[in-house]
């Protein structure tokens, strides 16, 4: 039995001082941290639109969806545009509504080859709500979620909205 503790408290030390020369993770790329500030600071925008008692929820609701397509993103930056984006609106703008889409140009057609946009700390205030909603309407998003997808050290984005339906 003593054989059997000491034996037991031999390897328990051995792993214990394996653990402290294990790395707790690998340090956090420049590019995969440009996503966390644009996501904190897109939400920041939206809330200053929105009442203090009821924040923007973050939701996963089409986050697989963005993720697939952000993966389809080419080397050299491009994907067909209505892979990028779906939508669903009720009502002339004003009813319930949500959509997401890679950040690009928006008025391309579904079929037309774009160029996704290189989030950078340069352009990430380019991007913010206000270029997906009208200014006015901010108030109205209530959720979202933002999937970013770093590749070849550039750093793209997916932005999924929600609008509630506006007030009377």
């Known amino acids: 039995m003593k054989k059997t503790r000491r034996f037991v408290a031999l390897l328990l030390a051995a792993v214990l001082a394996l653990a402290l020369f294990t790395a707790c993770g690998a340090a956090e790329q420049p590019q995969s941290a440009i996503g966390k500030v644009y996501e904190d600071w897109f939400v920041e925008q939206i809330n200053s639109k929105r009442p203090a ?5 973050k939701v996963d609701v089409k986050h697989s969806e963005m993720r697939t397509a952000l993966a389809k993103i080419s080397e050299d930056g491009k994907f067909t545009a209505g892979d990028g984006r779906d939508h669903e609106a009720n009502g002339c703008g004003f009813g319930e509504s949500w959509y997401w889409m890679i950040l690009s140009d928006r008025d391309a057609s579904a079929d037309k080859t774009v160029d996704a ?8 205030t380019q991007y913010g709500p206000a270029y997906f909603v009208d200014k006015k309407q901010l108030y109205r998003i209530d959720e979202y979620d933002i999937v ?9 984005v997916a932005v999924y909205l929600h609008l509630e339906e506006a007030k009377s």
């Open 117 to 124: 946009v290189v989030l950078t700390p340069e352009n990430l």
């Open 53 to 57: 008692d009821k924040p923007v929820q």
């Open 148 to 156: 970013t997808s770093v590749m070849d050290d550039k750093t793209y």
